[in-house]
């Protein structure tokens, strides 16, 4: 039997209150049914006996009191996935838009996913080569990993992961079982547009899921995206075996809808009005990435955060650092210079690198030229600064150096062109070759028997 | 018994019960047809709370809660060790046999400890013997280096009425019966329960006397920590909090380390895993496993086991420490363990306190602290429970519930400082803002252990790097050029400390782990070069001729170039100094 239940009791923001309601679950999924013939859909998330709390996916415009009939379905929110999937482009809440019909479904699975049992997880070791010297290099980037990039308005982060998408070598071996899935979270029509421009340029088009969610879309919905957008992934990566690279922009907005719902919602809130709960939820997405025993395909995550004043001790890049494994931080002055991808190196990091690099996967003198890079950068900082209260003339000839070793370093290693594709033999020498601008002894973190082998000083 | 007690409401992980009597606060119970796990946390006449540690999708209100009777509690017993648990104690690895799958399915009923498993077991006591809580009655082989020792719970006790002979049983076969003082028949297996939110009883506390051993020279001269003891790592994302308590969990001395990953990545527990396996601890032979329990419940499984998993881990701890073990418990990390609290706090609509945590905060984090201790047990062996808790500052603000907090109970504070960690300086241990209050009460055990000399290099080492912190204040106004010659060495000086003792390079495999005798000859060596030097340049002889013999360069890679097991080679350096600054000094006055 179907049960029509006709109104409703309250209405607040994004979430409507039904009375008297039999028989529901937790995070159900109901259909709302407008006199105007419009069907809507919501889901029960909270419940006191026969009260029921609904949040409404599609706002709340045009609901009244008395001009819905709302029905169970007596299912969770799920997700049809089959291989058609892969090409296609679905609105935030897994719906096609682009006019191909629906997707016939091979499996429906729950968006909100199962934790992955840690003992059945593979640790990720295989580097994928980007590409980009500075990534490469010094924040290489994992099969499996989770690395955001941290960016701010206005900054090339959009161009940085569109390069990383076009140059990557996430594929196997042989080429095969790559897609991307591509996850928009209230960014602007053109951002959009951007990303589905260049996926056709390099012809990946019938590589790419798009799920997009543009900035005045419901904000409900836009709580769903990367759900559904990791439930596609996850598909495709344990059940298919590909290698998917999810790329997910921009977790701010998906952290601000949150939070709207949050207080609509009537609960306590934490940092800067965020839920309480903000961490767990960016770790139930964040955490459903990575390989899993019995299954050839790879969830590497790439997702995208503007930091709002550009400050990382903000709540989303904040908790985002602490459950990620590693970060790409962007900076503006580097970016004010030219420079391009303007990557600044020093807060930036990646967990994983320290096992999928060295002898065997890229170079074994990878590590020890990564913390002298890091090392050296860092003392450019320090004469920088120094150099800004007494001048430039007044440094020790040795601060000079650093100075001449960063100028160089930014210019020809963190710089590089859109289109430039660098192997990471091509980057490690040239690593090496700035170092030559330095003396020997000032390079601590290498071994003497590295040292002979790759250090080559320059003339002065 | 009928039961009326059925689900009323549910928002998020939080399920009331109305107009139930039964239950008890902090009982366990089953929730809905799918019997989740959960814990009543609080009761009124008109509802029960429950907080349910598992997903409560598909929950309906009406669907039955059955209780217990008894409070959230662990099964001790062999088949701990090497193994890997949740937050409640349920098996991962049965978890993944059983459900053929990578994912964790709810509601999963698996008995924490293998059932089946037939252990070797030696019967320690006979027919007559009188037995109180915490004595041993039975030893069973667990690994390879750890040796189980099957105790009466705390809370019994009475004569042996009847005994088994050694052979091999499962873990609910009755070993012996003993009759207690009312003449009642109890039979005593290898296992026992413990509720995991009361610490189990001792004799009393001993004083923290012996310090913990790491190998991390930062921490075991400058900042050690006692058996016993606690200490807290705060420290920002990237500032190497998991890499810290790898490094210990993987080389401090202690018998037993329980490695807690609370609210952390997944990733990170399958690399402990993986790691772990491989490395061999270089005192018994063995897999670094054999002497390990894994609780992960990563950050994306159920908040309410997640703030389950900190008790879990100290009371698995506690056990082996009544065994007469030292344990030591790393707990990453805390922060998300308050989070949690504060997860459930919201839900309960309770009033916040600072920062929207509960106003409990600190009760419960001193509580926890508090079960950290070295220890006579019952049965009259010494043990100790070490805990390491990490904290992840919000925004690396120390100034925030969690950190400070912390720091009221911790004696032990090694503060990981976010521009070390950019320059890869690690351990990024702050070494001016780290303290550790164990000092003195070690001081006695280092003065015996490694002789007074040992106390004396460090106060040395700590004067140093105190005046270049003050120094490097003037030179970043106005550079090192302008500094005098005494200052200048006191910087280049503080750089060899700095780059060739406090920072360790974890990837090495001679720098990975370092002796206590290393670390003092190491500090010696330095030292030696800094006196000999500062007469020199009391004679007048410029800076620049001292340091352009390369000694400075050539100390700050002692560290590598000196293996653990060839300590007389410090001899040669000394040679080699007194020897090269002699020469300096003849040639500038012939």
């Known amino acids: ?460 | 018994m009928e039961n009326n007690d059925v689900i009323f409401g549910i928002n998020g992980p939080v399920v009331t019960v109305k107009n139930s009597k039964t239950f008890s606060m902090m009982e366990m119970v089953y929730v809905g047809k799918q019997r989740l796990v959960g814990e009543v946390i609080k009761i009124t006449d008109k509802a029960t709370t429950i907080q349910v540690y598992e997903e409560t999708t598909g929950l309906k209100p009406g669907d039955t809660v059955i209780g217990t009777g008894a409070p959230m509690n662990v099964l001790l017993g062999p088949g701990i060790m090497d193994n890997i648990f949740d937050g409640i104690e349920r098996p991962l690895k049965e978890i993944e046999k059983m459900s053929g799958s990578p994912f964790i399915s709810r509601g999963a009923a698996v008995s924490p400890l293998d059932t089946e498993k037939k252990w070797d077991v030696h019967i320690t006591v006979k027919t007559g013997d009188k037995l109180k809580g915490g004595d041993i009655y039975a030893t069973i082989p667990e690994t390879a280096i750890i040796e189980h020792r099957v105790m009466v719970p705390p809370n019994m006790s009475g004569e042996v009425v009847k005994t088994v002979k050694d052979g091999k049983y499962s873990i609910h076969d009755t070993v012996i019966v003993i009759k207690d003082k009312s003449g009642k028949k109890i039979d005593l297996s290898l296992c026992q329960q413990w509720p995991i939110r009361t610490p189990r009883p001792v004799i009393n506390k001993m004083p923290a006397d012996i310090p913990l051993i790491t190998g991390q020279r930062v921490i075991d001269t400058l900042f050690p920590v006692s058996k016993g003891g606690t200490a807290a790592v705060p420290g920002g994302f990237g500032a190497g909090k998991t890499m810290t308590q790898h490094q210990l969990a993987k080389w401090c001395d202690a018998d037993i380390i329980v490695y807690v990953g609370c609210g952390e990545r997944g990733n990170e527990m399958s690399q402990v895993l993986q790691e772990f396996g491989e490395l061999i601890d270089p005192k018994s032979g063995r897999p670094m496993t054999d002497r390990t329990v894994l609780i992960a419940n990563t950050s994306n499984m159920p908040v309410a086991a997640r703030e389950a998993s900190i008790y879990t881990g100290i009371t698995l701890a506690e056990y082996y420490r009544d065994m007469g073990y030292h344990c030591a418990i790393m707990a990453d990390s805390t922060s998300r363990w308050a989070e949690a609290l504060r997860e459930i706090s919201g839900r309960l609509e309770e009033m916040p306190a600072e920062e929207g945590f509960p106003a409990y905060l600190p009760s419960r984090l001193s509580e926890f602290y508090e079960r950290a201790a070295r220890v006579q047990n019952l049965n009259g062996s010494e043990g100790s429970v070490t805990v390491i808790g990490a904290v992840s500052p919000q925004g690396a603000d120390f100034s925030e519930p969690v950190t400070q907090n912390t720091k009221r109970f911790t004696r032990c504070f090694w503060a990981l400082d976010k521009s070390l960690a950019y320059a890869r300086h690690y351990p990024a241990i702050n070494w001016m803002t780290s303290y550790s209050e164990y000092f003195t009460d070690l001081d006695a055990w280092f003065e015996q252990n490694q002789g007074r000399d040992f106390i004396e290099y460090r106060s040395k080492i700590n004067a140093i790097l105190q005046e270049e912190n003050k120094l490097m204040e003037i030179v970043k106004l106005i550079g090192a050029d302008v500094l005098p010659d005494d200052q200048k060495l006191i910087i280049e000086t503080a750089r060899v400390i700095r780059v060739g003792f406090l920072q360790q390079n974890a990837f090495h495999k001679e720098d990975t782990y370092v002796p206590l005798e290393k670390q003092k000859l190491m500090m010696k060596t330095i030292l030696h070069l800094h006196e000999v030097a500062s007469d020199l340049i009391g004679r007048n002889i410029p800076i620049s001729r001292i340091t352009s013999l390369g000694l400075f360069d050539k100390l700050t890679k002692m560290k590598y170039d000196i293996p653990n097991n060839k300590l007389e080679l410090f001899k040669n350096y000394e040679k080699e100094i007194d020897e090269a600054l002699n020469t300096t000094l003849t040639a500038e006055f012939n």
């Not at chain 1, 042989?174 to 012809?203: H, I, L, P, Q, T």
């Not at chain 1, 503006?332 to 065997?360: F, H, N, T």
């Not at chain 1, 890091?374 to 150096?401: C, M, N, Q, T, W």
Request: aromatic share 8%.
């Open chain 1, 1 to 460: 039997m179907v049960l029509d239940y006709v109104g409703v009791k309250e209405i607040n923001g994004s979430l409507i209150v039904l009375d008297g309601v039999k028989d529901a679950f937790n995070e159900e999924i109901v259909d709302i049914r407008l006199d105007n013939g419009t069907v809507r859909q919501g889901r029960i998330v909270q419940m006191d006996g026969e009260r029921i709390v609904v949040q409404v996916f599609e706002s709340t415009r045009n609901i009244s009191l008395k001009n819905t009939k709302t029905r169970l379905t007596g299912k969770p929110m799920e997700m049809p996935l089959s291989k058609e999937i892969i090409g296609r482009i679905l609105n935030g809440s897994g719906k096609p838009i682009d006019g191909l019909g629906d997707i016939y479904p091979e499996k429906k699975a729950n968006i909100n996913g199962t934790p992955l049992n840690p003992v059945s997880r593979i640790y990720p070791k295989n580097y994928i080569n980007t590409g980009i010297s500075t990534i490469d290099t010094l924040i290489t980037l994992i099969r499996g990993q989770k690395l955001p990039i941290f960016s701010g308005s206005g900054m090339k982060h959009n161009e940085l992961a569109v390069q990383i998408v076009r140059q990557a070598k996430i594929a196997d071996d042989d080429g095969k079982g790559f897609c991307v899935v591509f996850a928009a979270m209230g960014v602007k029509n053109d951002v959009a547009d951007y990303f589905k421009r260049s996926f056709e340029e390099f012809g990946v088009m019938n590589k790419v899921v798009m799920l997009l969610n543009l900035a005045n879309d419901p904000i409900i919905e836009r709580i769903l995206t990367p759900k559904c957008a990791l439930t596609v992934a996850e598909y495709l990566a344990f059940e298919l075996d590909m290698h998917v690279l999810v790329i997910m922009t921009d977790m701010t907005s998906y952290a601000e809808a949150l939070r709207e719902f949050s207080s609509s919602k009537g609960e306590i809130p934490g940092r800067k009005g965020y839920p309480g709960y903000l961490y767990s939820d960016l770790a139930s997405l964040y955490e459903r990435a990575g390989m899993v025993k019995g299954s050839k395909g790879s969830v590497t995550q790439i997702p995208i955060l503007t930091m709002p004043n550009d400050d990382i001790t903000h709540p989303v890049p904040d908790l985002t650092g602490y459950i990620t494994e590693g970060q790409i931080v962007l900076d503006r002055a580097l970016q004010g210079q030219g420079i391009y991808p303007p990557i600044s190196i020093l807060p930036s990091l990646s967990r994983l690198m320290k096992d999928g690099i060295g002898e065997g996967y890229t170079r074994a003198d990878h590590q020890a030229l990564a913390n002298q890079l890091f090392s050296s950068y860092a003392k450019v900082i320090d004469a920088r600064s120094l150099a800004s209260v007494i001048g430039a003339e007044e440094l020790s000839p040795i601060d000079k150096k650093y100075i001449a070793f960063g100028e160089k370093f930014e210019e020809q290693f963190v710089n590089q062109k859109f289109t430039e594709n660098r192997s990471v033999e091509q980057s490690l020498d040239l690593g090496w070759d700035l170092l030559g601008y330095l003396p020997r002894g000032e390079l601590d973190r290498v071994d003497d028997a590295i040292l002979d082998k790759y250090y080559k000083p320059h003339e002065e």
